[in-house]
């Protein structure tokens, strides 16, 4: 193998994927299998899921499936039993399940969306994370978080465009990742970030369009196409390079960061 090789390739390596069933995360688990991965992908919807592992299977990878409810601490807990019985190690963790929320003003906010969103995005991650690091201890490895340019700048264009309960969920993820950093890195296990910017073609796009009108969503689409700096919102391919650098021998001496892939949002 070549150095890049050496640096850019998961052979040997067990990654689990939640939201693997569609969009992001299934073009990072189809991606890893790609360089050598034996991924597990893990969500709530199993056809989904098993439709992913019978394309990355038919594409001579390894892979397989993993019905979870990451909200759910019985659903984790069940899961984990299943991927302890077929496997001593995980190599890499991708938390990319979570949930977009209605536009909508603080004080217009019910409990019971703040409940739900808080549950999935940000109390999910932890769940499956504690499960995780047990089978990372002893030999390391790379988690990576996923929160959003909302979770690191407040944005509001004169319009509800995004909710209080999903900032504060993905804020709240790029706290918990540092703090993974900083408790493991001496057990060699690496902790980092991404905070996407817009992307569609996901299953966040679709339950935000279920949501709102043909107005509403052609008035978000043309601010924030007004805001992005690069004029276009992020294709689900284009997150893949980034989390191969975060899961690959190529960013072993980095951890506890965040980076924004965001077509130049956060410059601005």
């Not at 002893?138 to 999903?166: C, E, K, M, Q, R």
């Not at 709102?212 to 997150?239: C, H, K, L, V, Y």
């Amino acid at each position: 193998m070549s150095r890049l090789d050496d640096l850019f390739r998961l052979d040997g390596s067990s990654a689990l994927v939640t939201g693997a069933g569609s969009g992001l995360g299934r073009v990072i688990a189809e991606g890893f299998a790609e360089v050598g991965a034996e991924v597990i992908c893990a969500d709530i919807q199993q056809s989904r899921i098993d439709e992913v592992v019978k394309a990355i299977r038919g594409a001579g990878g390894r892979a397989h499936p993993l019905h979870i409810d990451i909200a759910d601490e019985q659903s984790v807990e069940q899961a984990f039993d299943a991927v302890r019985s077929r496997s001593a190690r995980i190599d890499i963790l991708v938390n990319f399940a979570g949930v977009a929320a209605v536009p909508a003003r603080t004080h217009e906010l019910a409990i019971e969306d703040w409940n739900r969103l808080i549950a999935i995005n940000l109390t999910g991650t932890f769940l499956v994370t504690r499960a995780a690091l047990p089978l990372m201890l002893g030999h390391g490895g790379s988690i990576i978080n996923v929160a959003s340019i909302i979770g690191v700048n407040g944005y509001y264009p004169g319009f509800p465009s995004t909710g209080l309960h999903y900032a504060a969920s993905k804020a709240g993820i790029i706290g918990l990742t540092r703090q993974l950093a900083a408790e493991y890195a001496a057990d060699n296990i690496r902790a980092n970030v991404i905070a996407p910017g817009w992307h569609f073609g996901t299953r966040l796009g679709d339950f935000r369009r279920q949501q709102t009108s043909a107005e509403e969503q052609a008035r978000f689409m043309d601010e924030i196409m007004r805001r992005i700096p690069m004029g276009r919102t992020g294709e689900p391919a284009e997150i893949l390079g980034l989390a191969l650098y975060l899961a690959a021998p190529a960013s072993r001496y980095l951890t506890g960061q965040l980076i924004t892939q965001d077509g130049g949002w956060a410059a601005c």
